[in-house]
Each structure stands twice: as C-alpha cells, then as structure tokens.
C-alpha cells in the first residue's frame, strides 16, 4: 500500500474530553456532545473562539433516531460559522474522526480542530439491535432474519475454529477489560468477573454469550487537535499523530474468510508505513483494540500485527496484553468495560491513548514507559478499517 | 479526562425513570420500502425457483461470482457468462441463534452460516471464495464440537410448488 500524502504540518492532539458512559442519559445527544466538547476544550486552555474548524463523527442516524446527525450535533460541538464535517464508517467512526482531522490540519486548511463523537442508543426500543436489521441487504440477507449478533458469532466460531482457541480463551479478554474498567470514571460495565461467568451469562447466538459483548451505551468524547506550531504554544506533551490508515473491504462478507480481518491489516500498513514503524510487535508499546465483542480484540491485535495470526489468543493466556504486561491492551477497558456508545467508544480509545502517552491516566497508567501507540475500529460488514498511530 | 479530574458529566437514568420522563415523546418511522432486486441477482433469483444456482462470470481474472454480481468488483469490468455452479459446497462458518431480529428468545434454535460453494476459478485457499449465506439444517451439538466446520453440504430445496423466485426457496444446507 503506498500512501501518497504531502503534509503541510506536523499534526497533535492538546486535548481530550468524555462524558460518563451510561445506558440512558437524560442529556440530549447535543448536549452529550456540548458535555465532551467543553471538556476538551477546557483540558487544553482554548475557548470555542480559538477553534478554526470542527469535525463531527456519529454512527447510524437511526440509534438517536435523528436524521443528518452531524447538523443536529452542529451547535453542541460549536460548529456554528466554522467549517464542519461530519464522517460516518459505521463502528470505524470513532477512529476516523481524528484521522479526518488529520488532514484537515496536516494540509493546512485548519490550524485548530474541535474533534467531537456521540452516540445515543437508548431511544431506539424495545432493543436498539433491531434498527441494525436495515444494514442487512434487503434482497438476499433481511428474509433469513438475522440480527447483527449472527455476523460476530459466525466470525469468532471461524476464528476458533481455524485458530484452535476455545470460548474460555476469548473469554479472559471480556475478563481483563471489564476488570481495567474499574478504573475509568466513565465506565458503564467494570467488573471483576471471572471466566466462568462469561461461559454462564446468556448464551444469544453460540458461539457468543451475553459477556463477551459490550453493552448498549449513551455518551461523547472528543478531542482538540492542532498544527505543532500551535501545539508547542498549548502545551509541553503534545502527542503527536504518526500515522493515518482507512481502507475499506468487500460488502460481500459470505464470499470471504473471516478468520483474518483484512480490513483492518491493509490499514494498519498504510498508517505503520506513514509512522515508519516497520515491527510494530516491537516498537508500539500500548495499544486499543476495537473490542466490541471479546475475540474481536483479538482478532484485531493479530490484524494490527501485535501478534501474529492465530497467535494472540495464547499471549493472552499469559496475561502478555495486561495493564502491566509486554504490550498492554485496552488499558481503559475498552468497549467491553468501558461501554460502548459506537462513535464515541472508538474516540475513547483514542483519548485514552492521550492520556497514556502524557502519563496522565492514573491508576490506568500502564506499567512499562510508553512512546508509541496504535488503536484501531472497525465498520460495518467487516468492512471498515480505521487505525491511528500516536507518540509523545 | 486525565487524572486530575473525577466527576464527568452525565446523568443516568433507569429504564423506569426514561420511560416517565417529562417531555418524552414516542414516534416510529412509518417508512415502507420496495427493494428491486437488481439486473443480476432478479436472473439469481429465477434461477432458485428453476431449482438452479447461477453464478456470474469475470472476463479478466476468471472468478464466477455467487451470488452474482453485474460486474467484477475486482477487475472493474462487466460480467458477461451466465454458470450454472454446483449445488454442493462446504460449511464456512455456523453458529447457533437463540434470538430473532428483535433480539427475543427464540423457542427452537436455528443454525446459520456461510457455505462455500464447489465453484471453480479460485486458488485454493484464496481469501475470497462463492457462497452464500444461508440456514443450515445440522445437529447444533455438531457447531458446538467444531465437526460442522469443513462438512460436506448440499441444497434443501422448498417443494417445486411453494418456490417463489427468493433466496427462501432454499430451505437450507444439508450434509451431504
């Protein structure tokens, strides 16, 4: 993959920002937005009239039940006047936010960037799971009636079977990140569980069961991003964005292999090649995962080549991807911990990577130094990539 | 949120507090659609009612495509051959569903998964293959221990008569 980008500045994030992660909110999305936006804002010394342009990252319009998100989220993430996109790849949202961002500073257009996600699930019911029914194809995929579940169970049962793992190995991953959570001031789901709670929980559809998915979540993170100019007058630890990288894979998901996320691999070398980093099982030293379901960390830290394919359930095994371990992963307890409000989640991870990379995530502080970092999310039919490489 | 700050904002409600909250209006998109099937898979489709599976043919790189497609979404250029592909495959990937689109509990589980289909122009091993994704009529223990994965399948077809031209025409995938 060549990526054939001519930068104008050297981007970095000044700035972070998140509301508590809750099953309903009482706030309105906006104002869940205005919430996080405020605080990033606030975090980094700037004031709304500082801010040169703004983006704005949302998932389906049908979880807020609102049409043309980006406009309504407009006023509550202070784009009135200012140049405002919004960006939409399905669950990859969160990390394609900043990535956007990203080259709206990295070209030079804007200097200040107010980076702003949020997602509302709790009006669509009785279960917001069945506005997922309209990502199905109407022709040959909505007559079998299938619910979003049925895409990850036949993906993790392809990964275990390929890959040898069993439930219980996946399992320790919903067990780590919950356990994480604990630390998060935001988090809706932190627990200390234990495998055999996981095994026991609802079984929904086999091979997946109630705890090895993350929950139905309403909250907002965001973040300021700037040109490093701006950047060293703002602050002394800037975290620097190294690399970008979003591809997206085929929507013919049946006519393909699902043990290995492709989508996700071509993203991270495009975003790896762009930070010249050439191992990134040695040279990145924190990562977040995308995690809505549990072996979808894993299944991500082999496509981000943290570790090689199959291989990462058993690094796991060892506690290798701890909060102290080797390479530690979802050090904020991710969407299974954490919660997982789409768009929003997915810039948490970025956030919290932020955080690391300043040495600002106290009791999360991950145990080794840290200089670099990954996150990656992903979209829609096993389709979008979205990976963002960050240091300090 | 760094570790100087401890409150975020947000204020949590049970689902008894949302659903007697002041203000709170209830509405339900009355939107009905009529999907066209399309000039590729409405030639599928008849085919399934023949009792047929049609793939789509590449020109360039040779790939039949199941289900069909107009073009090669590879090579960029139109399809131009019409293959009758066999109706046998094996199982890609199956699962176990005890819920519906609505995510209640279902009373009697079913098995789905992807099938890929005998159809030739692929590598072996080569990331993408022609399937479908359909039910799948094994015994749900055989998902569980794994002997599903790789078995033999063919088509169950719906009775001559009660085939309407839609991808339930086929009942589902059987061991062979």
Known sequence: ?392 | MSSKINKLPGIKLKEKEMYSLIGLVEDMPQAKYDFAAGTTISKFLEGLKEGKILGRKCPKCGRIFVPPRSYCEWCHVATNEWIEVPQTGEIHTAVITYISTKREKIERPEVVGTIKLDVPGYRDGEYEFAGLFHKICVDPQDVISGKAIGMKVKVRWKPKEERKGNILDIECFEPL
């Not at chain 1, 085929?250 to 691999?265: G, I, M, S, T």
């Not at chain 1, 919660?339 to 956030?351: C, D, E, H, Q």
């Open chain 1, 1 to 392: 993959m060549r990526s054939n980008i001519f930068m104008k500045d050297r981007v970095a994030i000044v700035g972070a920002g998140i509301t508590t992660f809750m099953r309903r909110a009482l706030e309105t999305p906006r104002e869940l937005a205005w919430e996080a936006a405020k605080m990033a804002l606030d975090s980094a010394g700037l004031t709304l009239s500082d801010i040169d342009c703004v983006v704005i990252g949302s998932a389906p319009d049908t979880f807020d039940g609102m049409h043309l998100k980006g406009e309504y989220l407009g006023d509550g993430s202070g784009a009135i006047n200012k140049p405002m996109t919004r960006v939409y790849v399905g669950g990859g949202t969160g990390v394609f936010v900043p990535e956007s961002a990203y080259w709206h500073v990295a070209s030079g257009v804007c200097k200040k960037v107010l980076v702003v996600a949020e997602e509302k699930m709790s009006p669509a019911h009785p279960h917001p799971q069945y506005v997922f029914k309209y990502i199905w194809d109407p022709i040959i995929e909505r007559p079998l009636g299938p619910n979003l579940l049925w895409i990850f169970a036949m993906e993790m049962r392809r990964y275990m079977a390929k890959c040898g793992a069993k439930k219980e190995d996946i399992a320790l991953v919903s067990v780590k990140n919950k356990r994480n959570a604990l630390d998060h001031p935001a988090a809706l789901t932190a627990a200390n569980i234990t495998v055999d709670d996981v095994l026991k929980s609802e079984t929904l559809v086999w091979p997946v069961n109630l705890l090895d998915v993350s929950p139905v979540t309403d909250g907002a993170a965001a973040l300021i991003m700037t040109s490093e100019n701006v950047a060293r007058e703002i602050t002394d630890s800037p975290v620097w964005v190294d690399g970008i990288g979003f591809t997206l894979e085929n929507q013919h998901w049946y006519n393909r292999e699902l043990a290995f996320p492709r989508y996700l691999n071509y993203a991270a070398r495009m975003a790896y090649k762009m930070a010249g980093i050439e191992r990134p099982w040695k040279e990145i030293d924190v990562a977040e995962p995308y995690d809505p379901f549990d072996y979808k960390e894993l299944h991500h830290i082999e496509g981000l080549m943290l570790a090689r394919p199959c291989e990462a359930w058993k690094l796991v095994r060892e506690g290798y991807f701890d909060r102290n371990g080797e390479l530690p992963t979802s050090p904020s307890g991710g969407l299974l911990g954490v919660g997982n409000p789409i768009a929003a989640a997915g810039l948490m991870k970025v956030a919290e990577l932020f955080w690391q990379l300043r040495y600002e995530a106290g009791k999360r502080q991950v145990k080794k130094p840290v200089h670099k970092a990954v996150a990656n999310a992903w979209g829609d039919l096993m389709q979008a990539g979205t990976v963002i490489v960050l240091s300090n």
